[in-house]
């Protein structure tokens, strides 16, 4: 089978999003062939920036989203007075679509009711289609998307009834940076991926699998529409969320963008998200809080499927479990990617009523490679130097004795460093780990724990209920006195660890290991392929077997009965060994055009 696996700043590089589970799928499905289509975000996402890749990925395509528009010197004024027309009409479509907002609940558009979403849902489409073929066919889209006519009609759209309360202010300047950025995620309308073919473009996949419902989905509602390719959508941290949670931190930054600018482009992402779930086949989503999101957002019930995403456990089962022990000096441990959003404030916090009520107690804060550098990501560094501040505040150097070395029972580490060489390292020195977030999706260091065996406190955020499964303690997020009682509690009763241990790790052998993500994705790219038409023939049915293998082969029934001959009678034998055997009585009758039931005999 031909994959076509389509990525937004993910696959293949190694530093993007969900590239630890693509390549686990890609590596765990080695009877198929892949060809990745890579959409990068930043300069981190250039052209051959990736590592050796698994021999059954056969091709690797990829397009920017940043920098200049691609091939726009030649189409420096756009299009012609015909082609300028024709491009104004479908632009518009898409404009009014996105200044409606009605792409499903929780915004002003969608207060007109399903029926008035419905349209605007059309329309969108209408014109994100009408784009695509004026870009394959004629070209210069990018230029036409940056141009005056582009951000006159964007004007035009705001001002008109029943546009977003927010659009309607929007100024010239703000109109720019919208074109600007529809420029960017319309980029793979304008894409050669699309070629016919058994060796070229998305024209000899099979199915076309899209890491999200953002303009990675973009190639393959392309392909499914020109040719026919099943179209499966996957999200395990939902795009649209996302771009919700960017939106808001840009909304409060020094140098944020204006609010008609957050509200028409949260409404082209949510119109992209919403066309993208009704034209899949299938989406999957990695737990039921992802689920929540897509159906909110108008995917179909009956489309929607639940496939956890898959972890390496031997390295983590091999860890021995917690056996009811408690050294001398109990250890906390929390493994994550620090920022704001990991709340290692209110940790360092609890922390402090820890150590009041377990003297002792240590605290191990690992923190995950694979992320952004610090020069690239300020933010997550600042948070970080405000954290170990915090710590050597709140917990001054303790020594032993008058003559030796203080030391802070709070350790800052890297996994991968001298310190910590190995993600095992850090939960095999857990007595108890903890999950501090105030925003999650799919907590993986909350699964990894449960793989290696150890009693978890974690904050009531996204799927962490979910994941748990009554295998530990839950507390609500920001309240660092809860976080506190929780991990008193567990220290306090090794036993009690042990258990909660032991069911966690059952627990995660038997939902969240690699084998049964792969499993689950081969059973759906069969059933997906099972259901694609034929190229040169019906539709072939939901039960693709249905249609017995014998009912193709020629045989003496299928063709018209000779007329009858009337012979002398001869013995069996010579009358056996003269002519060839005759068609039984039933296919006689059948092929004489006499219904079953109805031939000699029957009354």
Do not use: K
Request: with cysteine.
């Amino acid at each position: 089978m031909r994959i076509a696996l389509l990525t937004e700043g993910g696959y293949p590089y190694p530093r993007g999003d969900s590239y630890a589970w693509c390549d686990r799928l890609v590596r765990g499905l080695g009877g198929h062939d892949f060809e990745v289509h890579a959409l990068g975000r930043d300069e981190r996402h250039r052209e051959g920036s990736w590592p050796a890749l698994p021999e059954n990925v056969r091709r690797v395509r990829t397009a920017p989203l940043w920098g200049p528009a691609p091939g726009g010197g030649g189409h420096r004024s756009g299009y012609g007075r015909r082609l300028g027309r024709r491009f104004g009409e479908h632009f518009a479509e898409l404009a009014r679509a996105v200044c409606a907002g009605a792409y499903g609940g929780g915004t002003e558009g969608a207060a007109a009711g399903g029926g008035g979403a419905a349209a605007e849902a059309d329309r969108f489409a209408d014109g994100l289609h009408g784009l695509a073929d004026l870009a394959r066919e004629h070209g210069g889209l990018a230029a036409a998307l940056r141009s005056e006519q582009a951000v006159r009609l964007l004007e035009v759209a705001c001002r008109a009834p029943g546009a977003l309360r927010a659009a309607r202010s929007a100024t010239p300047a703000d109109l720019l940076t919208v074109a600007e950025q529809l420029e960017r995620a319309l980029r793979p309308l304008s894409l050669d991926w699309y070629g016919a073919g058994e060796t070229r473009g998305l024209a000899a996949a099979d199915v076309c699998h899209a890491v999200g419902a953002g303009p990675a989905a973009l190639p393959g509602l392309l392909a499914r529409r020109l040719f026919g390719t099943p179209l499966l959508v996957t999200e395990y941290g939902v795009r649209l969320r996302e771009h919700y949670l960017a939106s808001a931190a840009h909304a409060v930054a020094p140098d944020a963008v204006s609010a008609p600018v957050r509200a028409l482009l949260a409404s082209f992402h949510g119109n992209l998200a919403r066309e993208a779930y009704r034209r899949a086949e299938i989406v999957t989503s990695g737990n039921l809080h992802a689920r929540r999101w897509q159906e909110r957002c108008g995917a179909e019930r009956g489309r929607l499927r639940t496939v956890y995403p898959g972890m390496d456990a031997p390295e983590l089962t091999g860890i021995e479990e917690d056996a009811g022990r408690s050294g001398p000096d109990p250890v906390l441990v929390w493994v994550g990617r620090t920022g704001p959003a990991r709340d290692l404030v209110g940790l360092l916090h609890a922390f402090a009523e820890v150590r009041r009520a377990v003297p002792g107690t240590r605290l191990l804060i690992a923190e995950r490679p694979g992320g952004p550098a610090p020069e690239e990501d300020p933010e997550s560094a600042r948070y970080l130097a405000h954290c170990r501040a915090l710590a050597a505040q709140l917990f001054p150097d303790e020594a032993a004795g008058p003559l030796s070395v203080g030391e802070n029972p709070v350790c800052f580490a890297r996994i991968g460093g001298s310190a910590l060489p190995r993600l095992a390292d850090a939960y095999a020195a857990a007595d108890v780990t903890v999950l501090s977030s105030v925003v999650e999706g799919f907590p993986v260091p909350l699964v990894e724990a449960m793989l290696a065996g150890r009693a978890t406190v974690s904050t009531d955020v996204g799927a962490v209920c979910e994941v748990i499964g009554g295998t530990g303690l839950v507390v609500p997020p920001r309240n660092p006195r809860a976080l506190a009682e929780a991990c008193t509690a567990l220290l306090r009763d090794p036993a009690r660890r042990a258990r909660l241990g032991a069911a966690a790790r059952a627990r995660a052998q038997e939902l969240f290991t690699a084998e049964q993500n792969v499993a689950a994705f081969r059973g759906v790219y069969l059933e997906l392929l099972s259901q694609r038409p034929l190229p040169d023939g019906p539709a072939v049915a939901a039960l693709p077997f249905a249609r017995p293998p014998e009912a193709s082969l020629p045989g003496r029934w299928t063709a018209p009965a000779a007329p009858a001959v009337t012979a002398p009678a001869a013995p069996a034998a010579a009358r056996s060994a003269g002519r060839p055997a005759r068609a039984p009585s039933w296919a006689r009758t059948a092929a004489a055009g006499v219904p079953a039931g109805q031939g000699r005999g029957s009354r």
